[in-house]
C-alpha cells in the first residue's frame, strides 16, 4: 500500500503530525472525532503538508522523526512543498 505522512493544522494553531493510507478519510474521521484522541480538545483547519510514497514502516520512521522537530522546523518542512 502507499502511505502517507501529513501534517495538520489546528485551531488552536498547534501542528498535528499522522499517517495513513488515505489522508481525506483520515481528515474527516479527525474532524468528526473519530480519529485521534488528540482532536477532542481541537478542531483541524487543514492539511498543510502531505508526504506520499511511503510503505507503512518508512511512514512510521518518518512521522516520528517530523514530531520530533520543533514547531518552527515544522513549518519550514511544509514551506518547502
Same mark, same amino acid.
Given at each position: %500500500? #502507499?502511505?502517507?505522512? *501529513?501534517?495538520? /493544522? $489546528?485551531?488552536? #494553531?498547534?501542528? *498535528?503530525?499522522?499517517?495513513?493510507? #488515505?489522508?481525506? !478519510? /483520515?481528515? &474527516?474521521? @479527525?474532524?468528526?472525532?473519530?480519529?485521534? =484522541?488528540?482532536? !477532542?480538545? !481541537?478542531?483541524?483547519?487543514?492539511?498543510?503538508?502531505?508526504?506520499?510514497? @511511503?510503505? /507503512? +514502516? +518508512?511512514?512510521? =520512521? /518518518?512521522? $516520528? @522523526?517530523?514530531?520530533? %522537530?520543533? =514547531? &518552527?522546523?515544522?513549518?519550514?518542512?511544509?514551506?518547502?512543498?
Amino acid at each position: %500500500m #502507499d502511505w502517507s505522512v *501529513y501534517i495538520i /493544522r $489546528c485551531t488552536d #494553531d498547534s501542528l *498535528y503530525t499522522g499517517i495513513t493510507t #488515505d489522508v481525506s !478519510r /483520515r481528515f &474527516t474521521q @479527525h474532524a468528526t472525532q473519530k480519529g485521534a =484522541k488528540y482532536f !477532542r480538545a !481541537r478542531q483541524p483547519l487543514q492539511i498543510i503538508y502531505v508526504e506520499n510514497g @511511503h510503505n /507503512r +514502516s +518508512s511512514a512510521s =520512521k /518518518r512521522e $516520528c @522523526h517530523i514530531k520530533r %522537530m520543533s =514547531k &518552527t522546523e515544522k513549518l519550514k518542512l511544509v514551506a518547502t512543498q
